[in-house]
């Protein structure tokens, strides 16, 4: 099972993450599915460097099965494509903008961030905040499956996104998306913003 396509692509996302800033240090891990296996980007590497051999293959419980030792965060990206079964890839970062979101008071914890724009009702959708857990606790794996069946990206509290896209591409995407939204979000704090309506949004599928 070496899956090098997957691989490629695992490592081309992971760096293009690194090099925009989207993630720093150590940070952040990415997951595509590959039929009833999952490859992972491994604990403790920064997805500047990862090389397409150190991957870690886990399955759909999360259960290490074969490379390096996984994610800490494996749990939760197998929580999110087993709710999720058209998903094939899943993004957690710790960009910036989202990260301040997630350590906001008096959010709705249903709808974290306001449909600013067209793309992001389209992208990412609406938003639920997940309760803080330091990271690796599986604990949060059982709350993040059940939000995850009806939304394609969380918002994990003083943390940041994950994000489950139909392809890694998708992933990507919605979970730039996310940051800019949270950028706009902070940017535009205590000037009168004008949201898309409710109907505008579902139009979208947001
Ligand atoms: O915040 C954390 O510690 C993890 O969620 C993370 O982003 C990086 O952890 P590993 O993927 O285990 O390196
Ligand atoms: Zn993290």
């Known amino acids: 099972m ?3 396509n997957e691989r490629l692509s695992i490592v081309a996302a992971a760096r293009s993450l690194f090099a925009r800033g989207l993630t720093h240090g150590s940070t952040g891990n990415l997951s595509v599915r590959v039929g009833d296996r999952v490859l992972v980007t491994p604990t403790g590497s920064s997805l ?4 397409a051999a150190d991957l870690s293959l886990i399955d759909l419980t ?11 965060e494996a749990f939760l990206h197998a929580a999110l494509l087993r709710a999720r079964p058209d998903a094939q890839a899943v993004v957690h970062t710790h960009s910036t903008y989202a990260a301040a979101v997630s350590c906001m008071d008096g959010l709705d914890r249903d709808d974290a961030l306001p449909p600013l724009t067209a793309y992001f009702a389209m992208r990412v959708g609406r938003l639920p905040l997940l309760p803080y857990y330091a990271p690796g606790d599986a604990a949060l794996g059982p709350a993040a499956e059940e939000k995850a069946r009806t939304h394609r990206a969380l918002l994990l509290s003083n943390h940041g996104p ?3 896209g139909a392809s890694l591409g998708a992933a990507l995407d919605a979970v730039e998306e996310l ?4 950028k706009l979000f902070l940017l535009l704090r205590g000037v009168p913003t004008r949201p898309l309506t409710p109907e505008q949004r579902a139009a979208l599928g947001g």
Do not use: D, L, N, R
């Open 2 to 4: 070496t899956f090098e």
């Open 48 to 51: 500047g460097t990862v090389e």
């Open 62 to 72: 999360g259960a290490h099965v074969g490379g390096p030792k996984p994610s800490k």
């Open 162 to 164: 994950i994000v489950a």
């Open 179 to 182: 940051e800019e939204t949270a």
